[in-house]
């Protein structure tokens, strides 16, 4: 059984980009309606399907659509619509203080995040009627928990920010009490809206990512030490946020036939495949030989098509 | 004769309003100022140098309070005063 939203995660360098391609792809081979989304501001998807991909959604083969989101486009198009929006607003002196202002905030820490945050969210609420399925290659992990985590961090933030409003306008309210001008001014309030509107958005994009039914986020790593420590962590993340952690991928296991090159890598695996087993046996392990060559193009992908199909299974 | 009675009336309810509410609203207005300003540094303190974890989401707020955003600034670098200014507010006069 497929999920309407499925993410692959895992540390840099793992080949998440080559399983959520592939994943896509069987989905689409079945008849299933997919969007392959990248969220990773270093998009790698193009490379792996070996076809062009942009900012705007373009369809790779039948049933199958891409997207790479550019963080840096996104963060200028809701600047751009805020000055837009603010030339009906305010007086011309204050639109280049405005503009300063917005500026400032382009360049600041979290920009980019919130701005793929946002294009993600719009995805998830949009896609209904047009895909069945939309898979998200994410960016590593740290970057990524973080954006998944956002709502509900930043909802005890705005809910405070709301409250603190609310009190001001109830106050403002009462002291304009014998002037109908004012009341009247004060009748609609744009700030509490608009937080009110932000606070909506994240507690549907929380239901959405917490909700069992429609949402997975699988794990790909490599049989090695460090990967195997940060999906620990990371899905310790995961569930403390109550999102559901699906299947274990582990790439690039080295085939027997690799020859004496590989032996003691080989015997170094096995025993990381053994820990991997029994650490994250009770999420499901999908495993995905390295092959001769890096994967590239559709072609290529199909080949892996059966193996990570398996990722369904639980 | 009803025009005069009318005149009469407004002129004592400003004059009671003057005299009884209007010094009453004042401090709940400055209370209301106050609170505000509060939610102006939530919202906005990255601009004096506090870190905001969503100043990003904050932009969309900024055409609404940019007219205010001047005086704002001025008046909370400059609280040096707050004890007279709390004082002021209760109108011990």
């Known amino acids: 059984m497929y999920r309407r939203y499925t993410f692959f995660g895992g540390k840099g360098g793992t080949g998440k980009t080559t399983c959520a391609a592939s994943y896509a792809l069987s989905l689409a081979r079945r008849g299933v309606r997919t969007l392959v989304v990248s969220t990773d501001p270093a998009h790698s998807l193009a490379d792996a399907i070996g076809s062009p991909i942009g900012s705007e959604v373009v369809e790779v083969e039948k049933n199958l659509w891409a997207l790479e989101i550019d963080a840096e486009l996104e963060a200028k198009k809701y600047m751009e619509s805020i000055q837009q929006q603010m030339l009906h607003i305010v007086s011309a002196a204050i639109v280049e203080e405005i503009k300063r202002q917005l500026r400032i905030a382009y360049l600041s820490p979290g920009a980019e995040e919130a701005a793929i945050f946002d294009r993600f969210i719009d995805l998830m609420e949009e896609a209904g009627d047009k895909y069945d399925v939309i898979v998200f290659d994410t960016a590593p992990t740290g970057h990524t928990l973080r954006l998944l985590t956002l709502p509900e961090v930043l909802e005890v933030w705005i809910d405070h920010l709301i409250k603190k409003r609310t009190k001001a306008m109830d106050l403002m309210r009462l002291a304009a009490r014998y002037e109908k001008e004012l009341q009247e001014k004060l009748k609609d309030d744009p700030i509490f809206n608009i937080l009110s509107r932000r606070r909506d958005r994240f507690q549907r994009a929380k239901d959405l990512l917490t909700d069992h039914g429609n949402s997975v986020f699988h794990f790909v790593l490599n049989a090695e030490k460090m990967p195997i420590l940060e999906t620990e962590r990371a899905i310790k993340l995961l569930k403390e946020f109550d999102i559901k952690v699906g299947s274990v991928v582990v790439n690039r296991i080295i085939p027997p036939e690799a020859g004496a090159f590989f032996e003691k890598r080989r015997e170094a695996q096995d025993g990381y495949l053994k820990t991997i087993e029994e650490r994250f046996g009770v999420y499901g392990v999908v495993r995905i030989p390295m092959l001769e060559s890096d994967i590239q193009g559709v072609t290529q992908l199909e080949s892996l098509s059966e193996s990570i199909k398996e990722v369904e299974g639980l | ?93």
């Open chain 2, 1 to 93: 004769m009803v025009g005069r009675i009318k005149k009469i009336l407004y002129y004592a309810k400003l004059f009671m309003f003057g005299t009884f509410l209007d010094k009453r609203s004042a401090v709940v207005r400055k209370e209301a100022f106050d609170e505000n300003d509060d939610l102006m540094l939530l919202l906005f303190g990255d601009y004096l140098g506090i870190p905001n974890p969503i100043s990003y989401y904050m932009l969309e707020l900024l055409p609404y309070v940019a007219s205010d955003m001047d005086a704002w600034e001025r008046r909370i670098q400059n609280r040096k005063m707050i004890l007279a200014e709390k004082a002021a507010q209760f109108d011990f006069d």
